[in-house]
């Protein structure tokens, strides 16, 4: 186990006995380096062991000392979520298994094959929070997750069937589409007395309170122009050229490997790089289906098409302005960290600027100046 400080943080665990032969500096799917260590599994040992967690603490610091995070892809530390300001009470629970991302299933799995996870989850972090109301949104597309999930849960818990809509997943989004709150610029959901967790975070929680095994693997999807598409349950840390090995290898001619789904994921220029606990799929597509690259920024023609498409009714044409300019004093007035990078900016735009990249720069000025402050 790899212990942390910091609040906003997680511990991490190695998913296999072994020994420990370096820490490195390696290279992760952002193309940024970071520091890892390197574990040399004992070929003897099995893999369905693990330090357990302690039963000597309550739920939410079971849930830290198991390593969990948001599954969805965000990987927010979950004992932050359920840890809200003292003067936020919690009434509502929501659990996301929406997944409206294209190419995405792992969720979708998860509901089918261990709905009693999911459930027990949901109920684990209603009693964490002391909510009174527990709701799974299942997006229409899915119905059979629904029904099952209505089939083994009770009256303490909703099941709802949601439109298919692209961003609907996000959680400022799935909050208003299911109780037309709106969370206000630079406010977390407790402040709307609500909690939202995605349906394979609680299967984590469940897994970490009643078998006290901490986040050490995860359902990964594995699709596009492989031979065998389909979702692997995969040990934190494998390199994703292993996985790609597992779905039968490549297809054809590929122009992009995506971690993460096609609308917010990232392109990989190294298949060695590992998996980690918000890596919810590895994408590969054909150069047919990807948009040549544009190599230097584009002009604004002040269209206004990004402002349009925004879910968070942001000004992503005006973002990207002032982020070339290094301008964060004005980003930040323009509430850039409210991004949820969901990509549909950047898609519509007729210039094809990249919106997306520009908002995470000044997303990350802005924290980096928080440091400093």
């Known amino acids: 186990m790899g212990d942390v400080d910091a609040f906003i943080s997680a511990p991490v665990h190695s998913p296999v006995t072994g020994t420990v032969i370096g820490i490195e500096s390696v290279t992760?799917?952002?193309?940024?380096?970071a520091q890892a260590v390197v574990v040399e599994p004992d070929p003897t040992q099995c893999f369905d062991r693990w330090v357990p967690?302690?039963?000597?603490?309550?739920?939410t610091e079971m849930v830290a000392w198991a390593g969990i995070v948001g599954m969805g892809g965000a990987a927010f530390p979950s004992k932050v979520k359920l840890s809200p300001p003292g003067d936020m009470k919690i009434e509502t629970v929501?659990?996301?298994?929406?997944?409206?991302?294209?190419y995405l299933a792992c969720d979708h799995r998860m509901m089918v094959e261990h709905p009693g996870l999911v459930l027990q989850g949901a109920q684990i972090i209603r009693d964490a929070v002391?909510?009174?109301?527990?709701?799974?949104?299942?997006?229409?597309?899915?119905?059979?997750?629904?029904e099952m999930l209505r089939a083994l849960g009770d009256?303490?818990?909703?099941?709802?069937?949601?439109?298919?809509?692209?961003?609907?997943?996000?959680?400022k989004q799935l909050i208003y589409s299911l109780l037309r709150r709106e969370v206000p610029h630079g406010a977390l959901p407790a402040s709307v007395s609500a909690l939202v967790h995605n349906v394979g975070t609680a299967a984590a929680i469940s897994?970490?309170?009643?078998?006290?095994?901490?986040?050490?693997?995860?359902?990964?999807?594995?699709?596009?122009?492989?031979?065998?598409?389909?979702?692997?349950?995969t040990l934190l840390g494998t390199p994703v050229s292993a996985l790609i090995e597992a779905a039968g290898g490549f297809s054809g001619e590929v122009g992009r490997v995506i971690m993460g789904g096609p609308m917010t994921g990232m392109?990989?220029?190294?298949?060695?790089?590992?998996?980690?606990?918000g890596t919810s799929g590895i994408v590969v597509l054909t150069p047919g289906e990807t948009a040549p690259a544009v190599y230097g920024d584009q002009p604004c023609i002040r269209c206004g098409r990004c402002s349009d498409v925004c879910p968070m009714s942001l000004f992503p044409f005006s973002l990207g302005i002032y982020a070339n300019l290094s301008n964060w004093d004005r980003t930040e007035a323009l509430h850039a960290?409210?991004?949820?990078?969901?990509?549909?900016?950047?898609?519509?735009?007729?210039?094809?600027r990249p919106l997306v990249q520009l908002i995470r720069r000044a997303k990350h000025a802005h924290l980096e100046r928080g440091k400093s402050r």
């Open 28 to 33: 992760v799917a952002s193309g940024a380096r």
């Open 53 to 59: 967690v302690p039963l000597s603490i309550d739920t």
């Open 94 to 102: 929501i659990l996301n298994g929406c997944e409206c991302e294209p």
């Open 130 to 146: 002391g909510a009174s109301r527990v709701l799974i949104a299942v997006e229409d597309n899915k119905p059979e997750c629904a």
């Open 155 to 171: 009256h303490d818990v909703e099941v709802l069937s949601l439109p298919t809509r692209y961003p609907q997943g996000a959680e």
């Open 207 to 233: 897994e970490a309170v009643t078998r006290r095994k901490p986040l050490i693997e995860r359902v990964i999807t594995v699709t596009g122009a492989v031979r065998n598409p389909g979702n692997f349950l």
């Open 267 to 277: 392109g990989l220029a190294d298949l060695e790089v590992p998996v980690v606990k």
């Open 337 to 352: 960290l409210d991004c949820i990078e969901c990509g549909c900016c950047s898609y519509v735009c007729p210039t094809r």
